[in-house]
């Protein structure tokens, strides 16, 4: 019912910046959470930031500073901006969407895109 796409992803050195893009197509509900997630290897997923239809962020601490999230609900789109990458920042990141309703929690997902930073 929901398809998420990412691009964006690629190999920079430390210090550098790169913009992550998701487009969300299908059904798509106008009350919903956007988010980026990553999962490195050997590690469990974990949030990178999020953004509900309110426009309220949150952040992992890792990235507090560096990486901001927004979105475009007329485009379906949510971006991360990543400044100041550091090698620990290496990882598929994956785009979320998630519904709250009746009771339930709903996750869609991304296909993810490779994220490398390195000198």
């Known amino acids: 019912q929901v398809q998420l796409v990412e691009s964006g992803g690629d190999l920079v050195q430390p210090g550098g910046s790169l913009r992550l893009s998701c487009v969300a197509s299908?059904?798509?509900?106008?009350?919903?959470?956007r988010g980026w997630y990553r999962q490195a290897p050997g590690k469990e997923r974990e949030l990178v930031a999020d953004i509900a239809s309110s426009g309220i962020t949150n952040y992992a601490d890792s990235v507090k500073g560096r990486f901001t999230i927004s979105r475009d609900n007329a485009k379906n789109m949510v971006y991360l901006q990543m400044n100041s990458l550091k090698p620990e920042d290496t990882a598929v990141y994956y785009c979320n969407i998630r519904y709250t309703l009746w009771g339930g929690r709903y996750d869609y997902w991304g296909q993810g895109t490779q994220v490398t930073v390195s000198s």
């Open positions: 299908g059904s798509i509900f106008s009350v919903n959470t």
